[in-house]
């Protein structure tokens, strides 16, 4: 076994947003390599059913505000935490900025004072590559350059997690590291109103409806597989040269939507096509294609599952799980059908 898993056996870890797709994949594996999980979840925006039923895995419910449960997980003393938790997406910042704010911004600082109280080791942050850079940045996105121009409160609060983690690495000298998601997809996510395009994607697929696209079509994004991102995660959690780093964790590969929109119709035998919408005021990126460069020289990640193969293992994630899948996919109470298929929010 590589050095870097071998790490986390017997190790404690708490993992917040433990029951989403990247928190359950990360719990799982950490699991699976014998380290002791403790997840945290409010299951706002994952589903109980997603979490690992696997011994050393233990699931508290509750919210990163709730002082009572972080003193419950914290009590447990954790050394490496990963915090996945966040008031997900965009356009669910949009309409409830203040909760984003609560949750993205005063969560996050009192994750960081509680594992500064109790000696944590190490404290990873999932910030997010979309957030960061604004909608001017040059392609290939890099580390050093960041926008202060950003388009939703999500983005913002984004950004703000990372200023806490570098306010808590130089005066408390705390272990952070900030890995930059782009785009993740791949099993269990559910779909949803407030959920990204993939998962949505295949869900009106299965269903035989029209895959509606906000804008071109021809507008780009990194897509990651949710097992690389994991394994960048992984790494990590273990490796000295990440501490106080950012570093994009994603594909280094572009996608168009439309070919996202007509790969997944086909994958699903779904001859209902595509239809246009309007782009959202908010949605300004035309194209996201990250540089993986520092990840590569920090941590040794190279992603390895191609979107074709990822893809692939994502709808049949779906198929194997549907009934339960289709009882969590929820749009928003008064929301009618014309306007679900319209809304795919993307981050």
């Not at 433990?18 to 589903?47: H, K």
């Not at 949750?103 to 990873?124: D, I, K, W």
């Not at 969590?328 to 014309?338: T, W």
Request: charged residues 25%; hydrophobic residues 40%.
């Amino acid at each position: 076994m590589e050095e870097y898993l071998s790490f986390y056996q017997g190790k404690k870890v708490l993992v917040t947003g433990g029951a989403g797709a990247i928190g359950s994949n990360l719990s799982r594996a950490l699991a699976e390599l014998g380290a002791q999980v403790i997840i945290l979840d409010d299951l706002s925006s994952g589903v109980r059913w997603n979490v690992p039923s696997l011994p050393g895995v233990l699931f508290v419910e509750g919210d990163i505000l709730d002082e009572v449960k972080l003193k419950r997980v914290f009590f447990e003393r954790p050394r490496v935490v990963f915090h996945l938790a966040a008031f997900f997406a965009n356009q669910n910042s949009v309409d409830h900025p203040e909760r984003d704010l609560m949750v993205n911004g005063l969560g996050t600082l009192r994750l960081l004072e509680y594992s500064v109280f109790t000696g944590v080791e190490r404290f990873v942050y999932a910030s997010s590559g979309c957030s960061i850079y604004g909608s001017e940045s040059p392609l290939p996105l890099r580390e050093e350059f960041m926008s202060m121009h950003l388009s939703t409160p999500y983005q913002i609060t984004k950004m703000l997690g990372e200023l806490y983690c570098n306010f808590f690495y130089n005066h408390y000298g705390l272990a952070v590291v900030k890995p930059r998601f782009f785009n993740s997809y791949g099993p269990g996510e559910v779909p949803g109103q407030y959920r990204n395009v993939i998962p949505n994607f295949i869900y009106w697929a299965m269903k035989g409806l029209p895959l509606p696209i906000t804008g071109t079509g021809e507008e780009t994004r990194d897509f990651t597989f949710v097992g690389d991102i994991v394994d960048g995660l992984l790494r990590a959690g273990v490796m000295e040269s990440a501490v106080g780093q950012e570093f994009n964790l994603a594909s280094g590969r572009e996608t168009r939507i439309i070919d996202l929109a007509h790969m997944i119709n086909e994958a699903t035998g779904n001859k209902a096509g595509i239809r246009f919408a309007a782009r959202r005021k908010w949605d300004t990126k035309s194209r996201l294609l990250a540089s993986i460069d520092r990840a590569r020289r920090l941590i040794g990640y190279e992603p390895k599952t191609s979107f074709e193969k990822g893809l692939r293992r994502t709808v049949q994630w779906f198929r194997d799980n549907w009934d339960k899948i289709e009882a969590s996919a929820h749009f928003g109470p008064g929301v009618s059908s014309a306007v679900r298929e319209m809304t795919v929010p993307r981050e």
